[in-house]
């Protein structure tokens, strides 16, 4: 394969090959779609960078932790336990169906579809008509399929860059374990 040869301007105006030279696309390897807290959109979550589509990344939304426990509606701890002492395990339960968050070429928009839906721009879950290059720097809004043939703006919904360090119920241990590991 030919290998691109990049030229570096001097002050004088002239150029010189830059012989090393290489120039990557860096991206964040997790985003977070959120919404109100009351907000029940499928979508919203953890996702994963998995690659580039039309030289953008792609993410595909993480599984959620959800607590489970011995008796499958109990997600709370027993009365007079502690939360950290409760009966309950974090498990990464499969969703039924994940979603994707991709920037569409043919309707120039991020968009987040079912992910057998992806690189189809036919049935939208939601978009952005911001045409920034990653999805976390989008200033335009989101907006929502309205479940007919419309969409409506949410101007709570966001796609922020992940830390999972910061975030003690993704990783599925309490702060008092976190603490405790780092003294």
């Known amino acids: 394969a030919a290998r691109a040869k990049w030229e570096v301007a001097e002050p004088s105006g002239s150029f010189h090959q830059a012989r090393d030279m290489k120039v990557a696309l860096v991206s964040e390897e997790s985003v977070e779609v959120k919404g109100l807290e009351t907000a029940e959109y499928d979508f919203l979550g953890v996702y994963a960078k998995l690659g580039l589509v039309s030289s953008r990344p792609f993410f595909l939304q993480r599984p959620k932790p959800r607590k489970t426990g011995g008796d499958e509606a109990a997600a709370e701890p027993n009365q007079g336990q502690h939360e950290d002492e409760a009966d309950y395990e974090i498990e990464f339960l499969a969703p039924e169906s994940q979603y994707v968050l991709w920037f569409s070429d043919e309707l120039e928009q991020w968009v987040i579809t079912e992910d057998f839906r992806f690189l189809s721009g036919i049935a939208v879950d939601a ?57």
Do not use: C, H, K
Request: glycine share 8%.
């Open 127 to 183: 978009r952005s008509q911001d045409t920034a290059w990653f999805p976390y720097e989008v200033t335009g809004g989101w907006f929502v399929s309205d479940g007919e043939s419309g969409f409506v703006q949410d101007v709570n919904l966001t796609v922020e860059i992940f830390d999972p360090s910061t975030s003690l119920e993704f990783l599925g241990e309490s702060s008092e374990e976190l603490a405790r590991e780092q003294q």
